[in-house]
């Protein structure tokens, strides 16, 4: 089955304390990104992929990082959570001939 | 800057009643445009994309160039239809990158 999978789903951590949520895909795709979904806000893309060691900024990429040491994973770090990264990231994925994007489940961070 | 706006945050209409949630786009050139619908906070599904020009769960939509918009449409709303829409649009060169809209809630009511 075709799947984004993202860990963890849910997470409370607080003000400074780094941490990684994992993204993969099972479909081979070259392209993968990382949004934030906030209140009256939709989608925001934070970062992107084209591909195995190539990442680039989105529309909102202050405080996180990123890396694509590997086809399937995409991995978004925050090396020092703040209170207003708290918001639900999706991860998603498509592959480079179609514009189909595929999207994780979600994961719900809360920073305090 | 290339932009995608949904004006309404909140529709809410009775079962039954047509529905249309408004979604324009900024953009001189030809995008991509797609609705993608969340139910209850979950993943984002892909409703429908316009170069497909297909009828799903009895949504459509049409690319208006003129007017620069992609309403959604669907004659006879269901209470299973309540959910977040989002309008979103992918630009040329844009690569995996969609811009979307704020969303609409979609409440069906009984």
């Known amino acids: 089955e075709a799947q984004v999978t993202q860990n963890p789903r849910y997470l409370i951590t607080v003000t400074g304390k780094k941490l990684t949520v994992t993204c993969s895909q099972n479909m081979n795709h070259e392209y993968m990104s990382w949004y934030r979904q906030d209140p009256g806000l939709g989608l925001r893309q934070i970062y992107y992929s084209m591909n195995v060691e190539v990442t680039d900024k989105g529309d909102v990429p202050e405080g996180y990082k990123v890396s694509r040491k590997e086809k399937r994973n995409f991995p978004l770090i925050l090396e020092s959570p703040s209170p207003n990264q708290t918001s639900l990231y999706f991860c998603?994925?498509?592959?480079?001939?179609?514009?189909?994007?595929?999207f994780g489940e979600g994961s719900w961070l809360t920073v305090v | 800057a290339q932009r995608v706006t949904q004006p309404e945050k909140l529709l809410s209409v009775f079962k039954g009643a047509p529905v249309e949630l408004k979604c324009n786009y900024s953009?001189?050139?030809?995008?991509?445009l797609f609705w993608y619908v969340q139910y209850s906070r979950q993943r984002l599904q892909l409703l429908l994309r316009h170069i497909s020009r297909e009828s799903i769960k009895g949504f459509t939509a049409d690319l208006n160039k003129g007017e620069t918009s992609f309403h959604l449409k669907k004659p006879f709303a269901q209470e299973e239809d309540s959910a977040m829409y989002y309008c979103?649009?992918?630009?040329?060169?844009?690569?995996?990158?969609?811009?979307f809209g704020a969303g609409t809630r979609l409440a069906v009511h009984p």
């Open positions: 979103a649009s992918m630009f040329s060169g844009g690569y995996n990158k969609l811009i």
């Open positions: 953009y001189s050139g030809s995008p991509e």
């Open positions: 998603a994925s498509r592959t480079g001939a179609g514009n189909t994007i595929y």
